[in-house]
């Protein structure tokens, strides 16, 4: 018992001790009563980003934007965004909604809520991803093939951007973020004005230009210092350096070209909604990639023509040196022959007698070494 009431003593001055130094009185209190106050907009803050990136993560919307006519575009989140599909407003107005196919719901939400064509999902999984634009019902489908966006460098990778265009919804879904993309979402950012989702979609294939614009210019600099190398006849690693950039420039100008014919057919049967002007604007970035694709062609080509003038100079060096080991290999023979025949050890040697004969034989060979090789030589420039 005694044990017991010491023990018993000890928790009780323990959970004193506890709550003398842990319990905040009223002088705390009036301590911390600013840092509190001043520490309540930051929690406030943190809160908001929180439920933004929660809000955002619903089903993988990555940004969201409604534009209303003669104003620039307004960010909204998924809930304005859910808000927007199942209350139309009356007024001109549409939306466009960048969505992340990584996100497990995102796929699922699309079909439950954008009533998208079935044509739609089927090209988020077919096999072929050649970059087009086609009209089914009363929408437009395209598949655009886009440079990956990398911050420290001008990547060359490619990935796919699937677009659904209706007259007052605007739909982009990737897998890895895209150069292009971003471009246009700084562009809304900035206050540029857009009436209509075909706008937003000729403004991307406009981007995109621009982007094959900057890997051309980059490209065509490191030609220029390769051509340069072999003008001067310094030749390193030029040759291989030339067949990683064709085969970047083959990859590029195969998945970003537009379809043939697939402007074409959609000038044709357009839809009813598309505007003269959005089909002009379409037009005209499509011709601008199809320039910056024939840029591309015109220097695969240069680069093709650079490797088969390297080719040639390296097979014509090959060239001189076997003929220069050939022609050391012809005039080293009569001095091998000599040599044979002189150490047979047998008699009737000539001027094995004569006491110069050995420099006899050596003034000889070396003459008829000299007056044939100045003649295999003098011919070399022919060849």
Same mark, same amino acid.
């Given at each position: 018992?005694?044990?017991?009431?010491?023990?018993?003593?000890?928790?009780?001055? =323990?959970?004193?001790?506890s709550r003398h130094k842990y319990e905040i009185t009223?002088? +705390?209190? $009036?301590?911390?009563? #600013?840092?509190?106050?001043?520490?309540?907009?930051?929690?406030?803050?943190?809160?908001?980003?929180?439920?933004? =990136? %929660?809000? *955002?993560?619903?089903?993988?919307?990555?940004?969201?934007?409604?534009?209303?006519?003669?104003?620039?575009?307004?960010?909204?989140?998924?809930?304005?965004?859910?808000?927007?599909?199942?209350?139309?407003?009356?007024?001109?107005?549409?939306?466009?909604? /960048?969505?992340?196919?990584? =996100?497990?719901?995102?796929?699922?939400?699309?079909?439950?809520?954008?009533?998208?064509?079935?044509?739609?999902?089927?090209?988020? +999984?077919?096999?072929?991803?050649?970059?087009?634009?086609? =009209?089914?019902?009363?929408?437009?489908?395209?598949?655009?093939?886009?440079?990956?966006?990398?911050?420290?460098?001008? #990547?060359?990778? !490619?990935?796919?951007?699937?677009?659904?265009?209706? &007259?007052?919804?605007?739909?982009?879904?990737?897998? &890895?973020?895209?150069?292009?993309?971003?471009?246009?979402? #700084? $562009?809304?950012?900035?206050?540029?004005?857009?009436?209509?989702?075909?706008?937003?979609?000729? /403004?991307?294939?406009?981007?995109?230009?621009?982007?094959?614009?900057?890997?051309?210019?980059?490209?065509?600099?490191?030609?220029?210092? !390769?051509?340069?190398?072999?003008? *001067?006849?310094?030749?390193?690693?030029?040759?291989?350096? @030339?067949?990683? !950039?064709?085969?970047?420039?083959?990859?590029?100008?195969?998945? @970003?070209?537009?379809?043939?014919?697939?402007?074409?057919?959609?000038?044709?049967?357009?839809?009813?909604?598309?505007?003269?002007?959005?089909? %002009?604007?379409?037009? %005209?970035?499509?011709?601008?990639? #199809?320039?910056?694709?024939?840029?591309?062609?015109?220097?695969?080509?240069? !680069?093709?023509?650079?490797?088969?003038?390297?080719?040639?100079?390296?097979?014509?060096?090959?060239?001189?040196?076997?003929?220069? @080991?050939?022609v050391v290999t012809v005039l080293a023979l009569p001095?091998?022959?000599?040599?044979?025949?002189?150490?047979?050890?047998?008699?009737?040697?000539?001027?094995?007698?004569?006491?110069?004969?050995?420099?006899?034989?050596?003034?000889?060979?070396?003459?008829?070494?000299?007056?044939?090789?100045?003649w295999a030589f003098r011919k070399r420039g022919d060849?």
């Amino acid at each position: 018992m005694a044990a017991g009431s010491g023990q018993l003593s000890a928790q009780t001055k =323990h959970s004193a001790t506890s709550r003398h130094k842990y319990e905040i009185t009223p002088c +705390h209190h $009036a301590a911390f009563a #600013s840092p509190l106050r001043a520490g309540r907009t930051w929690t406030a803050m943190n809160h908001s980003i929180a439920h933004h =990136h %929660q809000d *955002s993560d619903l089903f993988g919307l990555l940004y969201g934007f409604r534009f209303r006519h003669g104003e620039s575009g307004q960010e909204i989140g998924s809930a304005a965004a859910l808000d927007y599909l199942q209350n139309p407003p009356d007024e001109e107005d549409f939306i466009w909604l /960048h969505l992340n196919l990584s =996100h497990a719901a995102c796929e699922r939400w699309m079909k439950t809520h954008l009533e998208l064509p079935e044509e739609f999902f089927e090209a988020l +999984h077919e096999g072929s991803r050649s970059t087009r634009i086609e =009209h089914v019902d009363a929408t437009l489908l395209a598949v655009v093939n886009d440079v990956v966006f990398d911050f420290n460098r001008l #990547s060359t990778d !490619i990935s796919t951007l699937w677009v659904c265009a209706r &007259q007052r919804l605007l739909i982009t879904a990737r897998l &890895q973020p895209l150069r292009s993309v971003d471009k246009l979402r #700084s $562009a809304v950012k900035r206050g540029e004005q857009f009436d209509s989702p075909l706008e937003l979609l000729a /403004h991307l294939l406009s981007d995109q230009g621009e982007v094959l614009t900057q890997f051309l210019r980059k490209t065509s600099v490191n030609v220029d210092r !390769i051509e340069d190398q072999l003008l *001067s006849q310094r030749l390193s690693n030029n040759r291989s350096e @030339l067949g990683a !950039i064709r085969r970047v420039l083959v990859r590029l100008q195969r998945l @970003l070209a537009l379809e043939p014919g697939s402007l074409m057919r959609l000038l044709h049967r357009p839809p009813q909604w598309l505007r003269e002007q959005d089909a %002009q604007a379409l037009r %005209q970035s499509v011709e601008e990639s #199809s320039l910056v694709i024939n840029d591309l062609t015109a220097l695969g080509e240069r !680069i093709k023509l650079l490797q088969e003038e390297i080719a040639a100079n390296l097979n014509e060096q090959s060239s001189r040196t076997l003929f220069t @080991l050939t022609v050391v290999t012809v005039l080293a023979l009569p001095i091998n022959i000599v040599a044979g025949f002189f150490g047979m050890n047998v008699g009737g040697v000539p001027l094995s007698t004569d006491p110069e004969g050995f420099w006899i034989l050596v003034a000889l060979v070396a003459t008829f070494t000299l007056v044939a090789g100045r003649w295999a030589f003098r011919k070399r420039g022919d060849y």
